[in-house]
Structure formats: structure tokens, C-alpha cells
């Protein structure tokens, strides 16, 4: 017989179904189950005791212990496997959150907008160490806590000190450094850190404004010094001896007092990490093979000081490898060189990088390269100076099979070369 579902159908008493036919029991039908299953008389002989009984059978009390004892068990299990894995752990849990500029352009754009921006994310970085204690400016670029500044701040530092722009001050972790890009990630135990966005590189050229932040001891807000790009693609041979490669020059209206100031887009986004490192007075420009119609200012003009920094994509590229592994693994071809003299870069209608000496048993010498070729592309990427070849490997990784194309008395050839990587 159906049974209504509208309480107000107007249909007269309809008697339920028998229990057996539905989900539901009334108190005193339960009650009757079970005293039959204890064995009690309900109604002996009639049709109800017949009902109740198998409303409820006997063996039901013991079905209902079991599946409760089952029931603790698997909540039992599932709180070990729980702990085991970690989510009773009130350890640190590190929530990543990085920010990549998409398009700003049409935006706020002047320092006082920069400052507010980019502000938040910079952090001031005091390193002990046994030579004496340095200060350098650091930007957050991954919210979990991870920090960017030099290598030179915190190579070797016994202790550093990250004092954030609300002005908690934090103990922090050298996670590696390196030393070849003047590179350093620094952690500190904060999630949820504000992120500075990080900038794209692509169409920028000489002339573009910039402006450079840094956070000096003592100071409230970060320090502003309104500029321009004036070069790209720069090789700096530094007074240590070493060399760094497609670097940015600013032309700036102050110089920053402290190593890592961040070189940022008028709009907010940062463009690289500024090094304390020095030129040595024959400092070099050699363009890449993505700007060489840029020109060089090796020299500030009046009243202006000048900025070297590292591109910010290279420089998060060599933070993201020291995260994780602790170390970086640059690409090694075995070879060094010189760019090609002008004169025969005129004779041959195009520049490259003419390679001076070949590791024996190094890639470059395994796959034939000899002393006084010309290398003109690697992978179908021009090649237009040595610092270009350098760079043009960091695209790639130990392992990797390339394609070099190189002139060698007056003739183009090409070698594939298998290449490895030292730290």
C-alpha cells in the first residue's frame, strides 16, 4: 500500500508498514526486540512476539559489539597513521607561495609605489662571522621564509640575524651559497612571509627606470634611489679576480650603503639583486646574444653612482637549486676563451668566442674541440662573446647533449658535446 509523503493528505490514518519494511522503529518496538533476544515473553503465541523478534534477532546484540569494536579499531589505525605521517606533528609546515610579474604595465608606477610594494618583502641581514660582522639587504621570494641576498653577506657567517620590515627580528639559516653568481638563500621560520613579485626581463633595455631598495640598520623604511638601466648583458671583472656574467648596470641618483640592494622596475616588480662586489678598473662589457645593440656605461655620469646586479630569473633559478640540494652545479663545457678580436670578427662577418684552452678529457676536448676554434652557437643559440657562451649554458644540465657549432680554418662545423657540471 503506498504510504504518503505530504502529512497533510487528508487520506484518514494509514497503519505503518510492518517494521521489517522500514528504516525506522518506534521506542517500545525496540524495547520488545530486545526482550525477546534476552529471551522474555512478549506476546507468546501471537503475531506480535513473531514480529519483534525478527525486528531484532537474537544474535543482534553481539553483531552491534562487534561493528562497535571494529568501529574503535579503524579509529585507532587511522590515529597511527595519522601520527605517523606527521599530522598531529606541530613542527613547521611550510606553505610556498612565490609571485611572478604577468603584466604591470598601466599600473601605479614612482618610488613611493616601489617602496610600498616591494617594502613589505625586504629584510635586513646582519651576519657575524670570524673576519667581522656585515650587514646586506635580503628579499623574501617564497613565502615559506626562504630569503634572497649575496654570497658574500653570509659565506661563512657563524650567525645571521633577519630583521623583517615590521621589525621582528629572527634568527636565520644559511641554506647555501654560491659564490660563482654571488648568490645566498638565507631561511627563517616564518610562514605566510610577504613575497616580492618578481620581475620579467624580456623587452627591457637601456634607458628603462629603475629604482634600488635597501633596508639600512636602524632605518624604519626601506631607502629609495630613483635611476635607469644603463647597460645589459654586462661581463664584470670584479678586483677579486672573478667574473660575473649578463649582468644589469643602473645609473642611480645615491649609492646603496650595503651589499644585495634590489634593483626593481618602476612598477614594483624586482629586476635583480645588486652585489657589493667592486669592478676592477678594465671591467668589461660584452653583450649577449638577446642585447647586443645595448651600449655600456662603464662610468657613472655626474652625480650619479652606478649598480651591478644580477638578473633576478638567474639568480631565483640558482636559489631554487640551492634549496634543493644545498649546493649549485654549474654546467662545464671544459673549455676557456676570449671573444673573438674585432679584426676577424669584421674579416668573418659575425662575433664569437675563440676558445684559448681545452681541458683535456673535458667535454668540449672529448667531443673534438681544439685550442683556436671559433664557437658561433650552441643548440642554434648564437654565440656572440665568451660571457654569451656562459650564459648560454646555464639553460642547461649535467648530462645534456648539445650541439656546438665552431669555425676552424675558415670552416663551420659542428660537434655534440655531452656536457657535465662542477660546483
Known amino acids: 500500500m503506498p504510504v504518503p509523503d505530504d502529512p497533510d493528505d487528508d487520506h484518514g490514518f494509514v497503519p505503518p508498514l510492518h517494521p521489517d519494511d522500514r528504516l525506522w522503529r518506534h521506542p517500545s518496538e525496540v524495547a520488545a526486540a530486545r526482550r525477546t533476544a534476552r529471551g522474555d515473553v512478549v506476546g507468546q503465541g501471537s503475531g506480535e512476539a513473531s514480529r519483534a523478534e525478527r525486528a531484532l534477532p537474537v544474535g543482534a546484540p553481539r553483531a552491534w559489539s562487534v561493528a562497535a569494536a571494529s568501529l574503535l579499531v579503524g579509529v585507532a589505525a587511522t590515529l597511527a597513521v595519522l601520527s605517523v605521517t606527521g599530522t598531529f606533528d606541530r613542527s613547521r609546515v611550510r606553505t610556498v607561495v612565490e609571485q611572478v610579474e604577468t603584466d604591470l604595465s598601466g599600473g601605479d608606477a614612482g618610488e613611493a609605489h616601489v617602496a610600498s610594494t616591494v617594502g613589505p618583502a625586504l629584510v635586513r641581514i646582519d651576519a657575524s662571522r670570524p673576519s667581522g660582522a656585515v650587514t646586506a639587504t635580503g628579499v623574501v621570494f617564497r613565502s615559506d621564509g626562504h630569503l634572497l641576498t649575496t654570497a658574500d653577506a653570509v659565506e661563512g657567517a657563524t650567525s645571521v640575524n633577519v630583521t623583517t620590515a615590521d621589525g621582528t627580528v629572527l634568527p636565520g639559516t644559511v641554506v647555501g651559497v654560491d659564490t660563482t653568481s654571488d648568490i645566498a638563500v638565507v631561511d627563517v621560520d616564518r610562514n605566510g612571509m610577504p613575497v616580492a613579485v618578481i620581475g620579467r626581463l624580456a623587452g627591457m633595455q637601456a634607458g628603462t627606470p629603475a629604482v634600488a ?8 623604511t626601506a631607502s629609495v634611489a630613483a635611476g635607469h638601466v644603463s647597460a645589459l648583458g654586462l661581463r664584470l671583472d670584479t678586483t ?79 636559489a631554487d637549486e640551492i634549496i634543493a640540494t644545498g649546493t649549485v652545479r654549474h654546467t662545464w663545457l671544459g673549455v676557456l676563451g676570449d671573444d673573438l678580436d674585432p679584426a676577424t670578427a669584421a674579416t668573418i662577418g659575425r662575433s664569437g668566442a675563440t676558445l684559448t684552452r681545452v681541458v683535456a678529457d673535458g667535454p668540449a676536448a672529448s667531443a673534438g674541440l681544439r685550442e683556436g676554434d671559433v664557437v658561433l652557437a650552441v643548440d642554434g643559440v648564437q654565440v656572440t662573446s665568451m660571457s654569451s657562451l656562459v650564459v648560454a649554458l646555464r639553460t642547461h ?26 660546483a
Do not use: F, K, W
Open 240 to 318: 677579486d679576480g672573478g667574473s660575473l656574467h649578463d649582468m644589469i648596470q643602473a645609473s642611480l641618483e645615491m649609492t646603496p650603503s650595503s651589499g644585495g640592494a634590489v634593483l626593481c622596475s618602476e612598477e614594483g616588480a624586482v629586476l635583480g639583486l645588486a652585489t657589493a662586489r667592486q669592478p676592477a678598473p678594465a671591467a668589461r662589457y660584452t653583450p649577449t646574444a638577446t642585447n647586443e645593440s645595448s651600449t655600456s656605461t662603464t662610468s657613472a655620469p655626474a652625480g650619479t653612482s652606478t649598480l651591478y646586479a644580477t638578473p633576478i630569473d638567474y639568480a631565483a633559478q640558482v
Open 397 to 422: 644540465h649535467d648530462g645534456d647533449a648539445v650541439t656546438v657549432t665552431y669555425l676552424r680554418d675558415g670552416a663551420q662545423l659542428t660537434a655534440d658535446v655531452t656536457l657535465t657540471s662542477r
Open 213 to 220: 631598495l635597501e633596508r639600512q640598520p636602524g632605518a624604519s
